[in-house]
Structures are given as structure tokens and as C-alpha cells.
T-cell receptor, first 113, second 116 residues
Framework: KQEVTQIPAALSVPEGENLVLNCSFT??????LQWFRQDPGKGLTSLLL?????REQTSGRLNASLDKSSGRSTLYIAASQPGDSATYLC????????????FGTGTKLQVIP | KAGVTQTPRYLIKTRGQQVTLSCSPI?????VSWYQQTPGQGLQFLFE???????NKGNFPGRFSGRQFSNSRSEMNVSTLELGDSALYLC???????????????FGPGTRLTVL
């Protein structure tokens, strides 16, 4: 059974700081990994998706990396802004096609102006 | 392009009742997944539909069911509601296929269900 863990559960940083969020998964047989952000009481917004054959993806100030062999992914946020404050979730889809998605526990990020 | 829409946005029911939630995917998307989000359990996968067929199912009791119509719109039903069913129910759509755009899941705003 796939287990996905995100550490830390909460993080508070001053504006402008570069930061890294971590996502660990127990079963390396994954199809893809997706990072989301969720604002309070809202749905999820897709940030980046990494296919199992890829090592990283970039979008603006965000960079996500994937190391399947070690069961880890990181989300790097450069020059953090107060608007980045949200809960960040990673989600892993198991290999073998259209297998169910397992979500991580989330990291609640607060960027202080 | 319109995003994923879910109706209703808020719902209050009492124990023992049943409820039906609706999800309209992004135009052209054929896969719809449902998730339950609670403070204690986080986001948990309920089921996934593709072309009117249930492709995957999570570990939820049979009281939770769903279906997908030929226009890709999906509904989920919960019968005999329990207090523990109070949650945010999220729906996500995707193409799916190969590559970033095809596999990316796009989420709706969710339906907040409160069971009294």
C-alpha cells in the first residue's frame, strides 16, 4: 500500500526566502507525481506534474524534482511571497496505467511579509 | 475554457438521509475522480470513472457509489449518511493520456457536506 508523507507539516518563512517542500513515498512504482496548492476552504490548484521518466519540471518560481529510486520529490519555491501561503500537497499515481492516486499529508506554508 | 464545476457547493443533511453530488468536468475531459477530504484523514480517493466505466475504487463502504454519463458529467451518491461522512467532497477531471497536459488533474471547488 502506497504511503505518502510530507515533512514538515507546517512551515513559516519570511518573504523573499527560498524554500523546499518534501514529499516521500513508499512504493517507487509510480506513473507520475503531481504537486498542488490548496487555499483554505477551496479546491486544489495544479502546480506541476512530473512523469515517472522525468527528473524535474519548472514553472515560473517553482521547480519540482523527482527521485523514484529513493522515493522522494521536492518542490522548490524561489523568492517566496505572501501569496504563496497555502497548503501544498503532493499526489502519487501508481504505475500500471490508471491506478488510484494517493495524496500526501500536506505542508501548510505561511510566508510572512 | 470553463473549469470543473461542482454542485451544490454546500449541503446540510441529517443522519440516515442520502445525498447526490454532481460534477461537470472540463470540456473534452473524459476521466473524473472523486475524493473525500477531512481534517483527520486528509484527501482520500473514492473512485475514478472513464467513459462511463468505473476504473478504480478506493476503500470506502458500499454506501458510496457513483456514475458517469455519456457527456462525462459524474454524480456520486452517499446513502444512509453518518456523522463521519461530513467532509469536503472534491471532484477532479483529466483527459487522460500521455504527457503533462493529459495526465494533469484539475479540481473543482468542492461540495461541503455537513451531516447533523
Amino acid at each position: 500500500k502506497q504511503e505518502v508523507t510530507q515533512i514538515p507539516a507546517a512551515l513559516s518563512v519570511p518573504e523573499g526566502e527560498n524554500l523546499v517542500l518534501n514529499c516521500s513515498f513508499t512504493d517507487s512504482a509510480i506513473y507520475n507525481l503531481q504537486w498542488f496548492r490548496q487555499d483554505p476552504g477551496k479546491g486544489l490548484t495544479s502546480l506541476l506534474l512530473i512523469q515517472s521518466s522525468q527528473r524535474e519540471q519548472t514553472s515560473g518560481r517553482l521547480n519540482a524534482s523527482l527521485d523514484k529510486s529513493s522515493g522522494r520529490s521536492t518542490l522548490y519555491i524561489a523568492a517566496s511571497q505572501p501569496g504563496d501561503s497555502a497548503t501544498y500537497l503532493c499526489a502519487v499515481r501508481r504505475d500500471g496505467g490508471y491506478q488510484k492516486v494517493t495524496f500526501g499529508t500536506g505542508t501548510k506554508l505561511q510566508v510572512i511579509p | 475554457k470553463a473549469g470543473v464545476t461542482q454542485t451544490p457547493r454546500y449541503l446540510i443533511k441529517t443522519r440516515g438521509q442520502q445525498v447526490t453530488l454532481s460534477c461537470s468536468p472540463i470540456s473534452g475531459h473524459r476521466s473524473v475522480s472523486w475524493y473525500q477530504q477531512t481534517p483527520g484523514q486528509g484527501l482520500q480517493f473514492l473512485f475514478e470513472y472513464f467513459s462511463e466505466t468505473q476504473r478504480n475504487k478506493g476503500n470506502f463502504p458500499g454506501r458510496f457509489s457513483g456514475r458517469q454519463f455519456s457527456n462525462s458529467r459524474s454524480e456520486m451518491n452517499v446513502s444512509t449518511l453518518e456523522l463521519g461522512d461530513s467532509a469536503l467532497y472534491l471532484c477532479a477531471s483529466s483527459l487522460p493520456g500521455q504527457g503533462f497536459e493529459a495526465d494533469t488533474q484539475y479540481f473543482g471547488p468542492g461540495t461541503r457536506l455537513t451531516v447533523l
